[in-house]
């Protein structure tokens, strides 16, 4: 069974956070989407023109 996660990207540190993540800011945060993993939501940011754009280390366990 596949799951699949929210995900915001942090407009400051370029960093996306998955769903329930103690890092998302409160602000300066912008919905990416509902992806399988952080890799393929880190492939659509780059996508969407987040050039510098990193996975949080608190999520990428």
Do not use: W
Not at 14 to 38: M, S
């Amino acid at each position: 069974m596949t799951v699949y996660v929210d995900f915001y990207i942090d407009t400051k540190t370029n960093e996306i956070h998955q769903f329930g993540c103690n890092h998302i800011p409160i602000e300066d945060n912008i919905y990416l989407g509902i992806y399988r993993n952080l890799e393929v939501a880190l492939i659509h940011a780059k996508s969407k023109g987040f050039i510098n754009t990193s996975i949080c280390n608190s999520c990428n366990i």
